[in-house]
């Protein structure tokens, strides 16, 4: 088998959290893998090694009551950028926009930080 691309691995990455299909992140984990997740503030929960990001995603991916909606994905070689909408209810506002930064080594998730917006940081704008 060649070795995959960055994009190559990313869409499939993608299309796990599209489609609820978590075996298809089974191949795309990396031993050495480090996820932090946008929650819990202000750094999220920080997942290491491969088995245990595998199980934080599957649970994700899993949850049929949530719709991820990658928005933009950016490669610059070993590097993804996804921007992302999350779904996590039937409401108009049950949603919110975030980003996960990647890297892609040896055709496998080496590293995958995620950041949404979140209400009630207070903007110094709002103070003037």
């Given at each position: 088998?060649?070795a995959r691309?960055?994009?190559d691995?990313?869409?499939?990455?993608?299309?796990?959290?599209?489609?609820h299909?978590?075996?298809?992140?089974t191949?795309l984990?990396?031993?050495?893998?480090?996820?932090?997740a946008?929650?819990?503030?202000?750094?999220?929960?920080?997942?290491?090694?491969?088995?245990?990001?595998?199980?934080?995603?599957?649970?994700?991916v899993?949850?049929?009551?949530?719709?991820?909606?990658?928005?933009?994905?950016?490669?610059?070689?070993?590097?993804a950028?996804?921007?992302?909408?999350?779904?996590?209810?039937?409401?108009?506002t049950?949603?919110?926009?975030?980003v996960?930064?990647?890297?892609v080594?040896?055709g496998?998730?080496t590293?995958?930080?995620?950041?949404?917006?979140?209400?009630?940081?207070?903007?110094?704008?709002?103070?003037?």
């Amino acid at each position: 088998m060649s070795a995959r691309t960055t994009s190559d691995v990313i869409d499939r990455f993608n299309h796990a959290f599209i489609h609820h299909d978590a075996d298809v992140l089974t191949d795309l984990v990396g031993e050495d893998c480090v996820m932090e997740a946008v929650q819990p503030a202000p750094s999220g929960e920080r997942v290491v090694g491969r088995e245990a990001c595998l199980a934080w995603w599957r649970a994700l991916v899993e949850d049929r009551t949530t719709q991820f909606e990658p928005q933009e994905v950016i490669v610059a070689g070993e590097r993804a950028t996804i921007c992302w909408h999350y779904r996590y209810g039937d409401g108009a506002t049950d949603w919110v926009s975030g980003v996960n930064v990647m890297r892609v080594r040896d055709g496998l998730i080496t590293e995958a930080f995620g950041f949404s917006k979140t209400a009630g940081v207070p903007l110094a704008t709002e103070n003037s």
